[in-house]
């Protein structure tokens, strides 16, 4: 990867909506919905909704970071689902649905750390997990550019402008 192309990984509720949000913003090179945080190795749709394995529907996002910085997107997750809803967003129910940010390097860490320190600034009391970043399992293909596929807009995400 060139210096400037990085990635990150965001659990919001359903990936589908997540990656939605993400996939067109300039600067992210593509988008890939799956599954992390768990302890089963190659978690399935199927797997995950039974709700033991522990992996959160996560999206993973390449980025051009001369393009959008890290913090961006950071603010940006916050901005697209209730960071306050714990295992849920909406009508989705579940650890999988669970609000994360598996981070990569202390100096994504210590980003998360200070926007949601921010966010508490705002009386926003996140329950967002934040934990290092581990293996990334790709969801299978009908997952994939869900709402680009089908043209449908996402059911339970709308954005929520908190930062300036």
């Given amino acids: 990867m060139e210096n400037n192309i ?4 965001f659990a919001g509720g359903c990936f589908w909506g997540v ?3 993400f996939q067109n913003l300039e600067g992210v090179i593509e988008t890939r919905v799956g599954y992390m ?3 089963v ?3 399935t749709y199927d797997k995950i ?9 996560t999206v993973e996002i390449v980025f051009d970071a001369g393009k959008v910085s890290f913090e961006t997107l950071v603010k940006l997750f ?8 714990r295992n849920r967003q909406g009508p989705d129910i579940g650890l999988q649905y669970r609000s994360a940010i598996f981070y990569i390097g202390e100096e994504q860490r210590r980003i998360v750390e200070n926007i949601v320190d921010m966010l508490k600034e705002k009386s926003i009391n996140t329950v967002t997990e934040l934990s290092p970043a581990k293996t990334f399992y790709v969801a299978e293909d009908y997952h994939q550019k869900y709402y680009l596929k089908t043209g449908r807009k996402p059911y ?6 908190i930062f300036d």
């Fill in 37 to 39: 945080g768990g302890k």
């Fill in 6 to 9: 990085q990635k990150a990984y």
């Fill in 41 to 43: 190795e190659y978690p």
């Fill in 156 to 161: 339970c995400y709308v954005r929520k402008k």
């Fill in 19 to 21: 990656e939605y949000y």
């Fill in 49 to 57: 909704c039974v709700g033991n394995t522990g992996h959160a529907e």
């Fill in 78 to 85: 916050f901005e697209i689902h209730d960071p306050t809803q």
